[in-house]
């Protein structure tokens, strides 16, 4: 049961996020690309569905503590620089030498591009043979939840979010966040906890939470030429495994489904093209992806069939 110390304090909290950064959804693209090679292309058009891999498994996994690091450093600068008070000192030492809790939240990604025909996509994510699938900017997924859309169309807890690359950005929201938990705790209210220890168990969790609000849109700006776009969902779902990089990887399921798409089914993806990658053989290449599509309940007016004329050397 939370007591009134604590409630008071939550209240206080709920305040500070409305002065924060603005984190709301950018307006959606009219269209977004995932990247595979030749074996994802054709474990998509088999299962009908992609794969969107825990947070805690990306491939690069610099990009989920990117934000947290950013932090660390600002809170530590701050201890060095500034006489706080004790409170706001215990809190800032906290923040500056515990670990995120991973553990205490669950999400997916599944990650597009706003590019098509990108290079640095090609070369990441198309092996031998690469493929860009088109979606509409709308995709959400499991149509039978779709009632009255939330957002252009898509459903509540799977949302598409622009990466922000902006390294000022990133630091002022970071910044700002600490300011204000430092502004709390110099509050009559804050300086009442008899343990210090207490006061900055009941804030922490917040400021952890924002910092992980920011960890899935923020990324290094030395990606920027990625244009990323991630399909997030929050909560545990069910669950494979796949084998990865280093260790076992579990991802879930996203069935996708368009309302814009001019031919909306929930039995198909809603691709609405699919582009082939380099490669030194492109009239095959465009006659392999065409047969493909068409064998798998793709027809020409349903999704277009591109090719990259990139040079073949990635």
């Known amino acids: 049961m939370i007591d009134q110390q ?25 269209a977004v690309y995932h990247y595979t090679d030749s074996g994802g292309l054709l474990g998509i058009l088999e299962s009908g569905v992609l794969w969107a891999t825990h947070y805690r498994y990306l491939n690069d996994s610099s990009e989920l503590r990117y934000i947290f690091d950013l932090a660390v450093q600002v ?11 004790p409170l706001a000192r215990a809190f800032l030492e906290y923040v500056s030498t515990e670990a995120p809790p991973y553990g205490d939240t669950v999400y997916y990604l599944c990650c597009f591009s706003e590019a098509d025909n990108s290079l640095s996509q090609w070369r990441a994510y198309a092996g031998r043979q690469g493929f860009s699938l088109g979606f509409p900017g709308d995709i959400t997924f499991d149509p039978s939840l779709i009632s009255v859309p939330a957002r252009q169309g898509q459903t509540a807890g799977i ?27 110099e509050t009559e209210h804050m300086l009442s906890y008899v343990d ?34 991630r399909l997030v969902s929050w909560g545990p779902r069910a669950e494979d495994f796949r084998v990865g990089a280093t260790t076992l990887t ?8 368009s309302a814009s798409h001019p031919n909306p089914s929930i039995n198909h ?21 065409d047969r493909l599509l068409t064998a798998k309940g793709y027809p020409s007016n349903y999704c277009q069939r591109l090719g990259s004329e990139t040079p073949v050397r990635l």
């Open 159 to 185: 949302t598409l979010l622009k990466i922000e690359y902006r390294a000022d950005f990133h630091t002022e929201y970071a910044t700002r966040l600490i300011q204000e938990l430092v502004n709390l705790c």
């Open 6 to 30: 604590q409630d008071k304090t939550n209240h206080a909290l709920m305040g500070i996020q409305s002065l924060l950064p603005d984190l709301e959804e950018a307006p959606l693209p009219s």
């Open 196 to 229: 210090p220890k207490v006061a900055v168990s009941h804030i922490s969790p917040f400021y952890f939470g924002q910092l992980e609000r920011a960890s899935y849109r923020f990324k290094h700006p030395d990606f920027s030429d990625e244009r990323e776009w």
């Open 250 to 257: 579990p991802y879930t399921k996203f069935r996708l489904f």
């Open 269 to 289: 993806l809603p691709l609405a093209a699919v582009r082939h990658g380099p490669t030194p053989l492109p009239d095959e290449a465009k006659l392999a992806t």
């Open 75 to 85: 809170a530590a600068d701050r201890l060095r620089s500034r006489n706080d008070g």
